[in-house]
């Protein structure tokens, strides 16, 4: 079955200190996975996508497929980095087979402290 | 305002009423989504469609029913729902629905509550 885990409900970390939201994945194919922000009081956004392999506000993500992970990394957090983070996979499936549809982690909320 | 704008911003209504949420979007993107958001719980898809067409129904009860007229605007018409159906409503629209890159372009959403 095709499944996105995120096995942290919530993160808490010193600014300054190193963060890593942990994404897991289960899925058959060859799996394209994104991160999405979503900070407060504003809209769920793309963070970074796996196939860009760029880094975006200080956040990289690699795809290790022996592990089936897509962990979300930084090495210095900053107290703006506080917010919801959701993890998902885009893959074939749903109705038909043909679909792409993006499968979703429950989220990791991060808070940074002061 | 450009994006994804979606209408209104709140809602209540009792399980007996009718109402409708609206999602506009000036992407010039040809899929659009219903998704509902619940507290600790995963996103979940509801209707997806693709160049005006439903494309998927993700077992969504018939309480509701969307609408697509154009590839501009979706609409989700509420009606009889329960308490249970009170959550953040987020509509999104992305280039095209396929594609291992797609980027989804999200709606700030409607908080639902149902009394």
């Known amino acids: 079955a095709q499944r996105v885990t995120q096995p942290e409900k919530l993160l808490s970390v010193f600014k300054g200190a190193p963060v890593e939201l942990k994404c897991n994945y289960s899925?058959?194919?060859?799996?394209?996975l994104f991160w999405y922000v979503q900070y407060s009081r504003q809209r769920l956004q793309l963070l970074l996508r796996?196939?860009?392999?760029?880094s975006i506000k200080g956040f990289t993500a690699d795809l290790n497929k022996g592990e089936t992970s897509f962990h979300l990394k930084k090495p210095f957090a900053q107290e703006e980095d506080s917010a919801m983070y959701y993890c998902?996979?885009?893959?074939?499936?749903?109705?038909?087979?043909?679909?792409?549809?993006?499968?979703w982690g429950a989220g990791t909320k991060l808070i940074i402290k002061p | 305002e450009t994006g994804v704008t979606q209408t209104p911003r709140h809602l209540v209504m009792g399980m007996t009423n009718k109402k409708s949420l609206k999602c506009e979007q000036h992407?010039?993107?040809?899929?659009m989504y219903w998704y509902k958001q619940s507290a600790k719980k995963p996103l979940e898809l509801m209707f997806v469609?693709?160049?005006?067409?439903?494309?998927e129904n993700n077992s969504v009860p018939s309480r509701f029913s969307p609408e697509c007229p154009n590839s501009s605007h979706l609409f989700l018409h509420l009606h009889t729902l329960q308490p249970e159906d009170s959550a953040l409503y987020l509509c999104?629209?992305?280039?095209?629905?396929?594609?291992?890159?797609?980027?989804?372009?999200f709606g700030q959403g409607t908080r639902l509550t149902v009394v």
């Open positions: 999104a629209s992305s280039q095209v629905m396929g594609g291992p890159d797609t980027e989804a372009f």
């Open positions: 992407l010039g993107h040809n899929a």
């Open positions: 469609y693709s160049l005006e067409e439903r494309v």
């Open positions: 899925y058959s194919g060859s799996p394209e």
């Open positions: 796996h196939i860009s392999r760029e």
């Open positions: 998902a996979l885009s893959g074939r499936g749903g109705q038909r087979d043909s679909n792409y549809q993006l499968i």
